[in-house]
């Protein structure tokens, strides 16, 4: 079984070792500490659980000095979700280099959130890459890619959840693969035509039909439905949107669920969170409460 160390810290990235550990020997794991001892830390539970030998590097001058007098008998490492920008000298500990799992098709949605730039930008084609890093942002070399349909109502949740499930299939498949030197590393393809993708911020959250399309509101909710989440003055009432539906050749009638957006377009809003009692409801439900 080959040996492989892993770095990683959030969810995602616990998926990510949950499935390795099943077909590689896991020399050590990297991840970040948690600040408080409340903070989720999947990583490190799921290390613990399991008694991997473990270690933490929560910044890249860190992990610089974690590795620094380290000797590893695995030739490849793994990083998935770990939030950390890597130096060459990291890299350069690997003769077989360190592989990241990047959930888009590479050189589209370079940077730190692909998934949610993918269903934002109206995209019915994803998919996983398995890249061998660089100091630089996602420009490495291809060991495997793999596309994936993105459903129509898809959200970054869902959406996220089938990635992983391909990547860990992609992982068990092309890394041994890769390793026994049955792969030739590729480069991306028309790398000038690539797409970033960027860590969102609360602001990104906000909806404002006056300059977006039915179909950009739409794509937005389904998006950020988990962080930063689309907000929304309904009713007067600054409202968390969770689900809404363009209406195609809708005549503008006056219908409390609904928002004329650019373009004369118009958005059906099916589900919110209540601003008074912070519950997720239908639409309908909260509206009979205003009136």
């Known amino acids: 079984m080959n040996k492989i160390v892993f770095l990683g810290a959030g969810p995602v990235a616990a998926e990510s070792l949950k499935s390795l550990v099943q077909n590689f020997e896991i020399e050590l794991v990297i991840t970040k500490s948690r600040k408080h001892a409340r903070d989720a830390a999947p990583v490190e539970d799921f290390a613990t659980e399991q008694k991997l030998p473990m270690k933490f590097a929560s910044n890249r001058a860190e992990l610089d000095d974690l590795i620094a007098d ?119 393809q028309n790398p000038e035509s690539a797409t970033y993708s960027r860590k969102l911020t609360k602001a990104d959250g906000n909806l404002d039909p006056a300059t977006m399309t039915a179909t950009e509101c739409e794509h937005k909710i389904r998006a ?3 962080f930063p989440r689309t907000r929304l003055n309904f009713h007067n009432k600054e409202t968390i949107v969770t689900a809404a539906q363009v209406l195609n050749g809708f005549a503008g009638d006056d219908w409390p669920d609904v928002i004329k957006c650019a373009d004369d377009t118009f958005l059906q809003i099916k589900e919110l969170i209540n601003p008074k009692s912070g519950k997720k409801m239908k639409t309908a439900d909260y509206l009979r409460g205003l009136h």
């Not at 490492?77 to 003769?95: E, N, R």
């Not at 269903?119 to 100091?135: D, K």
């Not at 942002?137 to 949740?157: E, S, W």
């Open 70 to 188: 380290k000797n590893f008998a695995s030739r490849v490492a793994v990083i998935v979700d770990y939030g950390v920008i890597v130096s060459q000298k990291v890299i350069d500990k690997f003769p077989l280099g360190i592989i990241n799992s990047h959930f888009s098709l590479l050189p589209e949605w370079r940077g730190a959130d692909p998934i949610s730039f993918a269903i934002l930008s109206g995209q019915t084609v994803t998919g996983v890459s398995l890249m061998i890093i660089e100091p630089t942002l996602d420009t490495g070399k291809l060991i495997a890619q793999k596309t994936l349909d993105v459903a129509p109502d898809d959200t970054t949740p869902t959406l996220t959840d089938k990635l992983v499930a391909l990547s860990n299939n992609m992982l068990a498949e092309f890394l041994p693969q890769y390793v026994d030197g049955k792969i030739t590393p590729f480069e991306q």
């Open 224 to 226: 950020f439905i988990e």
